[in-house]
């Protein structure tokens, strides 16, 4: 009988797009870390920085503070015109790097029919070699630095600084 790290990794699914019709910039990541299937949020691991660079981007506009109210969080990214999203839809993975990521699935990007679509950052080097693909949706298409704890070669403001850059170009910032 097989042990179940003899068995392998499972079969893991991703999360639920957050887009509106207003969906402006789409983020994709690339596939939930562990404790953001176990909660059921993206980006819940408190060290990953997207949620704090997108509180740096509108400081003016608090986030809402408690991650638990997580329903609150998206209606507020979505007020922003973004979306969030990612690249696989379901994968094989121990752990949480995307250097685990086996046998994956991608997601149908092209059927969220996002009217408003005007560009697709991928959050980080494994969403990006989806690139291919997603520029067949007519729109620019930007490598953002990624928010994770495991990118540390970048500081947190210039994460930051390269997220601008993409959200002004599309008018989401002044």
Known sequence: MNTPEEAGPARLAGLDP????????????????????LQQQYYAHPQNH??????????????????????????WLLDRGLGVWDV????????SLDSAIRNARANDIAALH???????AHNGG?????????????VPVYRLPSSSPANAS?????????????????????
Do not use: M
Not at 57 to 68: F, K
Not at 88 to 95: F, H, I
């Open 18 to 37: 957050i887009v509106s019709a207003n969906t402006t910039v789409l983020i994709l990541g690339s596939f939930p870390g562990e404790r953001s299937l």
């Open 50 to 75: 997207f949620w704090k660079i997108l509180q740096a981007l509108w400081p003016d506009s608090p986030l809402p503070p408690n991650p638990a109210d997580y329903a609150a969080r998206c209606a």
């Open 88 to 95: 696989y839809g379901a994968c094989e993975r121990q752990g």
């Open 114 to 120: 996002l009217p408003r679509l005007a560009a697709i």
């Open 126 to 138: 494994e969403s990006f070699k989806h690139a291919r693909h997603t520029r067949t949706l007519g």
């Open 154 to 174: 970048w500081s947190f403001e210039r994460k930051r600084d390269a997220w601008r850059e993409v959200f002004a170009a599309h008018g989401l910032i002044a």
